[in-house]
């Protein structure tokens, strides 16, 4: 078994297909953005937390389902909520909470067989990870992709807020100091704005099968 990083910018179309790759494939999915929110989720209900004592302070699970727990209460929800989505660039660019995640998910990955998606599983958390993948589409596709998700969860909002505020974290993600999002030198390109959901998971698929 190998681990598949796929990376790249908000709303790409990252974890749909990841999720499909996993279950293609036998694998496991690891959502590390989740983890990320889960902590900026944290930081809300605990103001004054130690950033030196977060491993202490933080127990972060992922259900067989793929619900996620933080300190045993599910919060699968919470951590969609908009509030948690605008504050989680600014918690990711702490280098205490990227330590933290970035031991969490190579200890989770030591045991290969993962699909992790993420920003910087392949430049960073895993850069010997056997496949690379990094995921792109143009602002409105993905701000259109996002609408459909947000209006399903009953939150009208409007498109273009979605498509200012996906620029701004994606602005955010590539210009902070530590682990910016950015394409590793042996990541595969793959651009989904004219590729279907299937098409992108065999492309992947096939490129994983080609190095087990
Ligand atoms: O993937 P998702 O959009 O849920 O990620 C939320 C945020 O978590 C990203 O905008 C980014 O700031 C942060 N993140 C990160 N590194 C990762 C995954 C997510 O910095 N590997």
Redesign the pocket.
């Known amino acids: 078994m190998i681990n598949i990083a796929i ?1 790249g910018p ?2 790409a179309g ?2 749909t297909i990841a999720k499909r790759v996993a279950t293609n494939l036998g694998y496991k999915y690891l ?7 889960a902590i900026t989720l944290f930081f809300h209900e605990n103001s004054d937390t130690d950033l030196n004592k977060l491993a202490e302070l933080i127990d972060i699970e992922f259900s067989q389902e793929g619900k996620l727990f933080l300190n045993d209460k599910d919060v699968t929800d919470k951590i969609r909520e908009s509030h948690i ?1 605008k504050n ?2 600014q ?3 702490l280098r205490e909470v ?1 330590e933290f ?1 970035v031991d969490l ?1 190579r200890k989770i990955a030591s045991k290969k067989g993962y699909v ?6 392949g430049s960073v ?1 895993l850069p010997d990870a056997e496949l690379k993948v990094f995921m792109t589409a143009s602002p409105e596709v993905r701000a259109k992709r996002r609408l459909i998700e947000e209006h399903s969860r009953g939150n009208m909002i409007e498109l273009s807020t979605l498509i200012d505020e996906i620029i701004e ?2 602005t ?2 590539m210009t ?1 100091d530590i ?1 910016p ?1 950015i394409q590793a030198d042996d990541a595969v390109l793959v651009s989904t704005d004219e590729l279907s959901i299937d098409e992108v998971t065999n492309e992947i698929v096939e490129l994983a099968n080609k190095k087990v």
């Open positions: 990376d908000a709303a990252k974890s959502d590390t953005g989740a983890m990320y929110r989505t989680v660039s918690v990711a660019s990227r995640l998910q992790l998606d993420g920003r910087d599983i958390v974290r994606d955010s993600d902070r682990s999002l």
